[in-house]
Each structure stands twice: as C-alpha cells, then as structure tokens.
C-alpha cells in the first residue's frame, strides 16, 4: 500500500501570499493517478487537482499541480480569502486501491 | 449535472451492520465510471472503503475488505454500501462519489451522512 504524507501539517499565511504544499509518496505513483482536494467544515471535499497538473473544471487557475513520482505540489499562486481550508493529496494504484494523505491546513495569519 | 444523495439511518448499535445507499441523479451509472464511498471520522482525516463498476466489479480497503459490501442496482441508479460488525471506531461521515473513468479520483460527491455506532 502506498502512504502519503503531506507537509506541513498547517500552513499560516495571509491573504494575497503564496501557498505551497507538500505530498510525499512512499513509492512511485503514475502522474495520472494523483489528485488534489480541498474540503471545508461541513462540506464534502471539492476535487480541485487531477492527473497532477490537470484543473477541474470551475477551478481557478490560481491553483496549479505539479511534481511526479514521489514528490507532489500543490500552489496557490495568490491566496483569497475563501482559499483557507484543508487540502488533500490522494493517489490511485494498483488494484483499483486508493489512499489519501492526512491532509494540510491552510489557515489565515 | 451529476448529484448523488446518500440516505440510511443515522445511529446503528455495535456489532450490527451498517447500510447506506447513494442515489445518483444526472447521469445513468451504466454508462461508466466506477463509483465509491469514503468516510472521515469527526475531526480526522478521508479513508477510502471501495469503489464499484457498473458491471459489479468491486475493489476494497485492504483494512475493511472483511466487513464490507458494496452493490450497485442499475435500474435504480443507485449503489449501496453493508459494513459488518461496526464498532465505535466505524463512527463517521460516509459519502458517496462518482470516481473516475478508470476509478482514478472523485469529481462528484454526495453531501455526506453522520453515522454514529452506540448503543
């Protein structure tokens, strides 16, 4: 089973600055198979990130991915005010088996 | 646009077995993609239980593959989810999803339900 792990665990920043964020994998994983979440308190995660690099659709294209294969990023370019959430990284393998990793809080400075 | 509406009840006894099921609207399940349920216990983070295919094909959590069972009822449009002898550690939310093409992440999710085990 491949482990995620995200870095840091919270992130403080304002508004207006960049944000990156960290995913490590344990093993390689294919591009094609990692995505990006970010969920807020009382909502379902919101899919913002897949293929790596590839933004769903609505997203703002102040969130970018990049990486492959063991180190992932996620960055938001400029932050706003409704971007301070918690934000997941999870991969797809073999056997149809997905993981997540335990997630980054971006909060307001 | 696709929406899926989880629905069961809300507080199941220790031991027994928790049943849920999603309802999609928005789109026929038998036309593809591969569809799943993930939970997140108050406060922590997503766990992944399974994803299903339309033709029934399923793939589970390594770490509940013993106590769970996801179906799918085309003429319903909808999929369900048993998960056997729950303990207090089953406590969560449960969404459902429409996983990708291929399973490969989750586009569409339901709003989430709360189900609590306790006696």
């Known amino acids: 089973e491949i482990v995620l792990t995200q870095s840091p665990g919270t992130l403080s920043l304002s508004p207006g600055e960049r944000a990156t964020l960290s995913c490590r994998a344990s093993q390689s994983v294919s591009s094609s198979y990692l995505a990006w979440y970010q969920q807020k308190p009382g909502q379902a995660p919101r899919l913002l990130i897949y293929g790596a690099s590839s933004r769903a659709t609505g997203i703002p294209d102040r969130f970018s991915g990049s990486g492959s294969g063991t180190d992932f990023t996620l960055t938001i370019s400029r932050l706003e005010p409704e971007d301070f959430a918690v934000y997941y990284c999870?991969?797809?393998?073999?056997?149809?088996?997905?993981?997540f990793g335990q997630g980054t809080r971006l909060e307001i400075k | 646009q696709v929406q899926l509406q989880e629905s069961g009840p809300g507080l199941v006894k220790p031991s027994e077995t928790l049943s849920l099921t999603c309802a999609v609207s928005?789109?026929?399940?038998?036309?593809?993609?591969?569809w799943g349920w993930i939970r997140q216990p108050p406060g922590k983070g997503l766990e992944w239980i399974g994803s299903i295919y339309h033709s029934g094909s399923t793939y589970y959590n390594p770490s509940l593959k013993s106590r769970v069972t996801i179906s799918v009822d085309t003429s319903k449009n909808q999929f369900s989810l048993k998960l056997s002898s729950v303990t207090a550690a089953d406590t969560a939310v449960y969404y459902c999803a429409r996983l990708g093409w291929f399973g490969e992440f989750a586009d569409y999710w339901g709003q989430g339900t709360l189900v609590t085990v306790s006696s």
């Open positions: 928005g789109y026929s399940i038998s036309s593809g993609y591969y």
């Open positions: 999870q991969q797809y393998g073999s056997s149809l088996l997905i993981t």
